[in-house]
């Protein structure tokens, strides 16, 4: 099989061809080093690369353990690189951190040690900004992620780099996660999917259990059904994280569209003219949304009886709180705190300011908003908001200092359009809503009610069959 069309696969399909012998691990494994040869230099999505000879060793190791005893799980054979947040033993991860350049963990995250047991094989990682904060993957370790469709513009994070690697056929599927909007950023940025579950959904760590989180792991893919097959890999109860959900995932390996017609969704679009947007990203996501509204679904824009300046004050105050807390290990120290990058400083600072009283009061609106969305959802099945603000800027900036006339007074402002969707705690994705005059893309998020995972892998499976998005390769694949 020639290399371009094992690159080209889908993961479900490359998958049953490496469990039915018609194509081997070691010849899916060259194909993506040569992939990965040709087009990292680029775009630099993935980062510390192992050894290709120990790969293809894998690979061949991977082929006689298929003939011997059959398949280890779902993703047998399939090469992987993992977000460079998460341990891998024996991988360097560095969180994209001076601090980390040369940390080799011992032992794997939780969902990292699913992936290899579910047959994955993994190659290295994918890069991150430093701290994995901020949504442009750049940083002084690796330097910056470029986008897949224009390597001058950025790639999108923190998961850029396995947005990029994906949609680069680098890769058939990417692993992420989500804080805000960390899946559905760089996915909207490089024409892929990305899923952020419900908290609970995937395990995730176990350092600290019990207090609430923001941060959730979730699948990135070109198509809905391969966006399954990873969620059913990563999600499932684990004891070490008592809230994780009980529910057999492997439901969600196999999404099957859903009938459009009669679909409501509730268009949130700007929130009444609060969030600002770049001219042009509206109108995609307002096309998309007719894609669906042609299928017979209902679309109807919607105004949330809420202060969206109190969803991003509740949201900011948590996220100091919790990355704040994260990082001051490193802060106190005043030869390390050189090393961290201004907006790690300022978080930990913020955070310093913040008394319990303080961060029990963000909770409460936030828990305010939820019983809002929750309201809504007696109204509309999904809610919709384009998935970023801007389109993918260039590659030496740190981050948009304006939008459309207004300044952003932090580093993350300009991402406030996902934080209504990460503070819900509801599960959001990013579909495919198309491409600027430029050939830049953008994302539509769609916003279910608790874990209604489900639901939004047969909606997207929908609007794949539609529109074919999964279908479109970027420039330097074309031909």
């Not at 190791?61 to 947040?85: I, Q, S, T």
């Not at 909007?181 to 996915?187: D, I, M, V």
């Not at 609970?200 to 893919?221: C, D, H, K, W």
């Not at 790690?344 to 909770?363: I, K, P, R, T």
Request: net charge negative.
């Amino acid at each position: 099989m020639p290399s371009t069309d094992l690159v080209t696969m889908r993961a479900t399909d490359l998958a049953r061809a490496i469990r039915d012998r018609a194509v081997s691990a070691r010849e899916v494994m060259q194909a993506h080093l040569d992939q990965i040869a040709r087009h990292n230099p680029a775009v630099n999505a993935i980062v510390s690369l192992r050894d290709p000879d120990a790969l293809l060793a894998e690979a061949e190791a991977a082929d006689r353990e298929l003939k011997e005893r059959g398949p280890r799980g779902p993703l047998h054979g399939l090469p992987h690189a993992v977000k460079d947040l998460s341990a891998t033993a024996g991988i360097r991860t560095t969180h994209g951190s001076p601090l980390f350049r040369d940390t080799v963990p011992e032992v794997d995250a939780l969902h990292v040690a699913r992936l290899r047991a579910a047959g994955a094989l993994l190659i290295g990682k994918t890069n991150v900004p430093e701290f994995g904060l901020g949504s442009h993957s750049t940083n002084p370790v690796f330097g910056p992620t470029r986008n897949a469709y224009d390597p001058r513009k950025a790639g999108g994070g923190s998961s850029g780099g396995a947005g990029v690697a994906l949609a680069m056929r680098m890769v058939p599927l990417a692993d992420g996660s989500d804080h805000g909007g960390s899946l559905r950023n760089p996915a909207a940025w490089n024409n892929v999917l990305g899923l952020r579950p419900a908290a609970g959904r995937i395990p995730n760590g176990t350092e600290e259990v019990f207090l609430p989180q923001l941060g959730v792991l979730g699948p990135m893919a070109r198509c809905t059904e391969d966006l399954g097959l990873l969620l059913s890999v990563q999600a499932g109860y684990d004891p070490r994280t008592p809230t994780a959900f009980r529910e057999d995932p492997a439901a969600f390996a196999a999404p099957r569209p859903r009938e459009l017609k009669g679909l409501r969704i509730g268009w949130i679009g700007d929130f009444g003219g609060h969030l600002p947007f770049e001219p042009g990203v509206l109108d995609l996501c307002e096309d998309a949304l007719r894609v669906f509204s042609g299928e017979g679904a209902a679309v109807e824009p919607v105004l949330p009886a809420f202060d969206p300046e109190a969803i991003w004050q509740s949201w900011t105050r948590l996220r100091q709180w919790i990355i704040g807390a994260t990082l001051a290990v490193h802060w106190r120290d005043p030869e390390t705190r050189a090393r961290m990058r201004p907006e790690a400083v300022w978080e930990v600072e913020q955070g310093q300011g913040l008394s319990a009283f303080d961060v029990h009061a963000a909770s409460v609106t936030r828990t305010a908003w939820y019983h809002c969305v929750r309201d809504l959802f007696t109204h509309f099945d999904v809610l919709a908001m384009p998935a970023a603000q801007v389109f993918p800027f260039a590659a030496e900036e740190t981050w948009p200092r304006a939008i459309g006339g207004r300044a952003m007074d932090t580093y993350h402002r300009w991402m406030e359009v996902v934080v209504p969707g990460t503070l819900s705690g509801c599960p959001v994705i990013s579909l495919p809503a198309g491409f600027s005059a430029a050939g830049l893309p953008m994302g539509l998020q769609l916003i279910a009610p608790n874990r209604g995972e489900a639901e939004l892998l047969a909606i997207a499976s929908a609007y794949e069959a539609v529109t074919g998005f999964d279908r479109v390769l970027p420039p330097a694949l074309r031909g």
